[in-house]
């Protein structure tokens, strides 16, 4: 994090609301990719982002350090995202269940292969869930997905490598259904 992130971040926190909204623009797709993956729901996700938005200026001073301000933002949405989870009912995903291999019918189409991948990516923990969702669907950096979710590189590595390890397993029949 260079200087001028961490005197914005600094800012914020005294409660300068032009610095604040500078880090609303720059946390915002952070904080809905944190949510997204936790919740699998686009909408519920942008309502959890600015939710989290409002926390964070109400209790911005607990924040001592202004360079974890990021991974702070990304705690709170984590946290928020798994209150809503617990509050809400099991609803059955909707739509039929796709076909999972080739021998069972016809090759999978991009809805099947949406479905499989959503339900693959919900049955991660909720942490490999965040970090896919991070660099692949965000193409964030290895180093912002660090301060983003409080991890050491070797950390985030691990999660990567066993989420992304799950995720070939999981989806192995409709991947070779593609061939």
Sequence with gaps: MDSSETEIFRAGIRGDREAFEMIIRRQSRLLFAIAYGVLQNREEAEDLVQDTLV????????????????????TIARHRAHDLLRRRREVPLEGKEPSLSAADGP??????????VQA??????????????????ESMDYA????????????????????????????????????
């Design 55 to 74: 926390k964070a200026w109400k209790t911005r001073r607990r924040v001592r350090d202004p360079e974890k301000f990021p991974a702070w933002l990304g």
């Design 107 to 116: 090759a999978p189409n991009d809805d099947d292969r949406h479905f499989q």
């Design 120 to 137: 693959a990516l919900a049955e991660l923990p909720e942490l490999h869930r965040a970090a896919l969702t991070l660099r692949y669907f």
């Design 144 to 179: 912002a997905i660090e301060r983003t979710l409080g991890l050491t590189n070797g950390a985030l590595r691990g999660i990567l490598g066993r989420a992304l390890a799950t995720m070939r397993k999981r989806l192995r029949p409709a991947l070779a259904a593609l061939e």
